[in-house]
């Protein structure tokens, strides 16, 4: 069956500029992280959406970054006023649960 | 403070011979853990978890984790490396129902 899907898979952009990178989770699952994964780095929690709860926003860097997700399913990550540490993998992953979590390929982010 | 952490960047193992990767962590109250691994231009893909129950673990590929709650540790461990399975491992932990911190990442090179 289909897995998670990320658009686009690599995003170019000057400083300054507002990007939006989506996610299209499986259907079904309830569960849906954002990360941030770095150069040679883990990968950093940002936010966490559960059904229809207001979602967890703490691991979130700065008030540049803001994400939604709509009717419960496809969900859009928005980095405004990009700055070059903002350039990484951006993965965003879904489950039936916060226990097992798929994860799509990711898109790369690069800030000029 | 709640923490994961793989203290080797990298893994060499020769082929045929058993491998471990090493995860400890330090989370209060009763941890939920798991192993992910990515392969190269790949999603990250789940491996396996411990949530309760048996300390030894089974996963995919063979692969299994003992968990050691007097040593707060969650090692990957393979009876007998492939090629294959090169690629990077994270071990993440659960602490609450939406946090999971993951590891900085174990590069495993198998060596044939």
């Known amino acids: 069956g289909a897995g998670v899907s990320q658009s686009p898979s690599n995003k170019v952009t000057e400083k300054g500029k507002d990007v939006e990178l989506r996610c299209d989770p499986i259907s079904g699952h309830t569960a849906l992280y954002w990360y941030r994964q770095s150069l040679g780095q883990g990968l950093e929690f940002l936010i966490y959406?559960?059904?229809?709860?207001?979602?967890?926003k703490s691991g979130l860097p700065s008030d540049r970054f803001s994400a939604e997700r709509t009717g419960g399913s496809v969900s859009t990550l928005t980095i405004q006023r990009t700055q070059q540490e903002d350039s990484a993998v951006y993965l965003c992953?879904?489950?039936?649960?916060?226990?097992?979590?798929?994860f799509g390929p990711g898109t790369r982010l690069t800030v000029l | 403070a709640q923490s994961v952490a793989q203290p080797e960047d990298q893994v060499n193992v020769a082929e045929g011979n058993p491998l471990t990767v090493k995860c400890t962590y330090s989370?209060?109250?009763?941890?939920?853990l798991f192993w992910y691994v990515q392969y190269p231009n790949r999603g990250l893909q789940f491996l396996l978890k411990?949530?309760?129950?048996?300390?030894l673990v089974k996963g995919s590929y063979g692969f299994e984790a003992e968990f050691n709650k007097s040593q707060t540790s969650f090692h990957l461990k393979k009876p007998s490396a492939l090629v294959s399975d090169s690629a990077l491992y994270f071990c993440?932990?659960?602490?609450?129902?939406?946090?999971?911190?993951f590891g900085s990442g174990t590069r495993l090179s198998i060596r044939p």
């Open positions: 411990y949530i309760t129950g048996d300390n």
């Open positions: 992953a879904s489950g039936p649960s916060a226990d097992t979590q798929y």
């Open positions: 993440a932990v659960r602490f609450s129902a939406s946090k999971i911190i």
């Open positions: 989370v209060s109250g009763n941890p939920y």
């Open positions: 959406f559960q059904g229809n709860s207001a979602p967890d």
